[in-house]
Nanobody, 120 residues
């Protein structure tokens, strides 16, 4: 059973920083691209950033220069360093990854989400 677990969310003041983690566990063969998405109340889920297995990254315009995505392939873990947080960054952040299990078909997996609250 493959699963993704996010951690690191919480309450932070505007201008502050948080670091999210996404750990993949289970019977994993390989992990392809990974990404962070977020969903604010009343809004659709949106892409925040992606990172390939080789480390190529892509960011939404709204977070460029403030957020940095990275991954540790040996640990099957992805990180999101969020700096200069704004109230509009407040959302549930979800991890997504393309995973090929040791047995069975590869597919996209989602984590359960972690809440990020930006408020003074």
């Amino acid at each position: 059973q493959v699963q993704l677990v996010e951690s690191g969310g919480g309450l932070v003041q505007p201008g502050g920083s948080l670091r999210l983690s996404c750990a993949a566990s289970g019977s994993i063969g390989s992990i392809d691209a990974m990404g962070w998405y977020r969903q604010a109340p009343g809004k659709q889920r949106e892409l925040v950033c992606t990172i390939t297995r080789g480390g190529n990254t892509n960011y939404a315009d709204s977070v460029k220069g403030r957020f940095t995505v990275s991954r540790d392939n040996a640990k099957n873990t992805m990180y999101l360093q969020m700096n200069s947080l704004k109230p509009e960054d407040m959302a549930v952040y979800y991890c997504n990854a393309g995973i090929l299990p040791r047995s069975g078909w590869g597919r996209n997996f989602w984590g359960q989400g972690t809440q990020v609250t930006v408020s003074s």
